[in-house]
């Protein structure tokens, strides 16, 4: 495909300054509307050594306000970002609504550089790529837009603008061997590159491939890409918005429809129905088989530094199904050094400005360390599915979304696991009612409590919908019956115990 390219194409210098004299401006509009639209844009520059990605760059911002935009120069993975899964340091650079983030290379350096360099395993290559289009499909859905530029040039012009940057002091620095050895082995890493375009080319995120041989060529087509993939995208969401004000009005002069609740229960009786909460121990079995867990958790967090294994734990369920006392028990004896608990409140207005999962990957946990979810990314097919924070497409598609999260986390190395608080209805009232009459746990009940118990079958719908379909071998979920306090932190510290020695035998 791209050898087929031709690379002659150029402009004129008085061809070239009618364009962009269209184009700046055009861009520049562009950006102010995509800001007032709260629409996120990803550049990712892609290509081959010398092609002239900076270059590029440079010229595309001069249309920009710099303060709508952010340029990030990808490199080799830092000593932190290894210490991640591949995705993190783009998930934590993530543009919010309304700005521009530019990528002078991108994630495709795992299946590119790192894969000529041999750094990408070929058995990491398969999964790579499908952590890829999921993260973009992820995004894109979501509203973002993300425009890919690939530049190309032959291997007779790599050579030569090695050449050139080589005879000056000022440039030498910025060809080193292995970009040598990359023009040695063109053909090689052609193939390479051809293999990430085929792969990569997808509706919903597809490559635009630029001639970068003439440089005025390559920016006025660079130019053209970007107002073309705005405008309609600025089109799109101007529809969007007046279709949804039209629905709102209509709507509103509509009766409003009486609901049935005529949903099939099956789901129900297969996975939470099976919970047996009459499991309890009585409390001097609950401390001896605490203490022996707890000894055990404090030598294995030891274990888990040592051997750089991160873990993620989340935890869901319902108000007052013990989460808390489950994670106070688990970490008393962990050091404090190495774990961290986030309790997951309402996103607050940073949050809310970027895909939902943005903030738990930005508190993924390093290798090594521990990470505990107080609620979770869950809160998307639960609450925000229930209470109408978002749409039925997007609480649908989040099954999938989650999934690949999840996957990639496993795939980096981390244990997942998932606890479900599970309590019935009487043992939540019992409860909140000693709550409220105790002085100093009286914060821990409020009225949208009370009120959420209203809707408890539509939870039990959702939460047995999400069990279904997101426990997995590599993030499993687990039904903790909970009427029994000292049963369900039990359980959980066992669960947690075995799948670390299970992972430490391999």
């Given at each position: 495909?791209?050898?087929?390219?031709?690379?002659?194409?150029?402009?004129?210098?008085?061809?070239?300054?009618?364009?962009?004299?269209?184009?700046?401006?055009?861009?520049?509009?562009?950006?102010?509307?995509?800001?007032?639209l709260?629409?996120?844009?990803?550049?990712?520059?892609?290509?081959?050594?010398?092609?002239?990605?900076?270059?590029?760059?440079?010229?595309?911002?001069?249309?920009?306000?710099?303060?709508?935009?952010?340029?990030?120069?990808?490199?080799?993975?830092?000593?932190?970002?290894?210490?991640?899964?591949?995705?993190?340091?783009?998930?934590?650079?993530?543009?919010?609504?309304?700005?521009?983030?530019?990528?002078?290379?991108?994630?495709?350096?795992?299946?590119?550089?790192?894969?000529?360099?041999?750094?990408?395993?070929?058995?990491?290559?398969?999964?790579?790529?499908?952590?890829?289009?999921?993260?973009?499909?992820?995004?894109?859905?979501?509203?973002?837009?993300l425009?890919?530029?690939?530049?190309?040039?032959?291997?007779k012009?790599?050579?030569?603008?090695?050449k050139k940057?080589?005879?000056?002091?000022?440039?030498?620095?910025?060809?080193?061997?292995?970009?040598?050895?990359?023009?040695?082995?063109?053909?090689?890493?052609?193939?390479?590159?051809?293999?990430?375009?085929?792969?990569?080319?997808t509706?919903?995120?597809?490559?635009?491939?630029?001639?970068?041989?003439?440089?005025?060529?390559?920016?006025?087509?660079?130019?053209?890409?970007?107002?073309?993939?705005?405008?309609?995208k600025?089109?799109?969401?101007?529809?969007?918005?007046?279709?949804?004000?039209?629905?709102?009005?209509?709507?509103?002069?509509?009766?409003?429809?009486?609901?049935?609740?005529?949903?099939?229960?099956?789901?129900?009786?297969?996975?939470?129905?099976?919970?047996?909460?009459?499991?309890?121990?009585?409390?001097?079995?609950?401390?001896?088989?605490?203490?022996?867990?707890?000894?055990?958790?404090?030598?294995?967090?030891?274990?888990?530094?040592?051997?750089?294994?991160?873990?993620v734990?989340?935890?869901?369920?319902?108000?007052?199904?013990?989460?808390?006392?489950?994670?106070?028990?688990?970490?008393?004896?962990?050091?404090?050094?190495?774990?961290?608990?986030?309790?997951?409140?309402?996103?607050?207005?940073?949050?809310?400005?970027?895909?939902?999962?943005?903030?738990?990957?930005?508190?993924?946990?390093?290798?090594?360390h521990?990470?505990?979810?107080?609620?979770?990314?869950?809160?998307?097919?639960?609450?925000?599915?229930?209470?109408?924070?978002?749409?039925?497409?997007?609480?649908?598609?989040?099954?999938?979304?989650?999934?690949?999260?999840?996957?990639?986390?496993s795939?980096?190395?981390?244990?997942?696991?998932?606890?479900?608080?599970?309590?019935?209805?009487?043992?939540?009232?019992?409860?909140?009612?000693?709550?409220?009459?105790?002085?100093?746990?009286?914060?821990?009940?409020?009225?949208?409590?009370?009120?959420?118990?209203?809707?408890?079958?539509?939870?039990?719908?959702?939460?047995?919908?999400?069990?279904?379909?997101?426990?997995?071998?590599?993030?499993?979920?687990?039904?903790?019956?909970?009427?029994?306090?000292?049963y369900?932190?039990?359980?959980?510290?066992?669960?947690?115990?075995?799948?670390?020695?299970?992972?430490?035998?391999?």
């Open positions: 495909m791209l050898e087929k390219l031709d690379l002659t194409k150029a402009l004129g210098k008085e061809e070239y300054k009618d364009k962009m004299e269209k184009l700046m401006p055009e861009i520049g509009k562009l950006q102010r509307e995509c800001k007032d709260g629409i996120p844009i990803m550049i990712a520059f892609e290509g081959y050594d010398a092609a002239g990605k900076g270059v590029q760059i440079s010229e595309l911002i001069k249309a920009l306000d710099p303060r709508g935009f952010e340029v990030h120069a990808v490199k080799t993975e830092t000593k932190e970002e290894r210490m991640h899964p591949f995705l993190w340091r783009f998930w934590t650079k993530m543009p919010a609504n309304g700005r521009i983030a530019i990528y002078d290379s991108s994630w495709y350096r795992k299946v590119l550089i790192d894969r000529f360099d041999k750094k990408t395993k070929k058995s990491e290559l398969s999964k790579a790529y499908d952590s890829i289009c999921a993260f973009e499909e992820q995004l894109t859905s979501d509203g973002m837009v425009i890919k530029i690939f530049l190309t040039i032959d291997k012009e790599q050579r030569k603008r090695f940057l080589l005879e000056s002091k000022e440039t030498a620095w910025r060809v080193g061997r292995d970009d040598k050895k990359r023009n040695k082995e063109f053909e090689k890493y052609q193939a390479i590159n051809e293999e990430m375009l085929l792969r990569t080319d509706e919903y995120a597809p490559w635009n491939i630029v001639e970068a041989v003439d440089r005025r060529f390559a920016t006025a087509k660079i130019y053209s890409i970007v107002a073309r993939i705005l405008n309609e600025v089109r799109t969401v101007k529809a969007q918005k007046e279709a949804a004000k039209e629905m709102a009005v209509k709507i509103a002069k509509e009766p409003e429809a009486k609901t049935s609740d005529k949903s099939d229960r099956r789901m129900g009786e297969s996975i939470l129905s099976r919970a047996d909460l009459s499991l309890s121990y009585t409390k001097e079995e609950y401390k001896e088989r605490l203490s022996i867990l707890q000894k055990k958790i404090e030598k294995l967090h030891g274990e888990l530094y040592r051997r750089r294994i991160p873990v734990l989340g935890f869901e369920g319902w108000d007052a199904g013990g989460k808390g006392g489950a994670i106070k028990r688990l970490t008393e004896k962990m050091d404090p050094r190495g774990y961290v608990v986030h309790p997951t409140a309402s996103p607050n207005d940073i949050e809310r400005q970027h895909h939902y999962l943005w903030r738990f990957w930005t508190d993924m946990p390093k290798a090594g521990v990470t505990i979810f107080d609620r979770t990314w869950y809160g998307r097919v639960m609450v925000e599915r229930i209470e109408g924070f978002c749409s039925r497409q997007e609480w649908q598609r989040a099954y999938k979304e989650i999934n690949s999260m999840e996957r990639d986390l795939d980096a190395g981390a244990i997942v696991l998932k606890f479900w608080m599970q309590i019935d209805k009487d043992e939540q009232e019992r409860r909140f009612k000693a709550r409220g009459e105790n002085p100093q746990k009286q914060w821990k009940i409020t009225d949208e409590d009370w009120r959420n118990r209203e809707k408890w079958d539509q939870y039990e719908e959702a939460v047995n919908e999400m069990l279904i379909r997101t426990s997995t071998p590599y993030a499993p979920w687990i039904v903790v019956e909970g009427n029994n306090k000292y369900a932190r039990i359980k959980v510290l066992e669960t947690v115990v075995d799948a670390i020695e299970e992972r430490l035998k391999n």
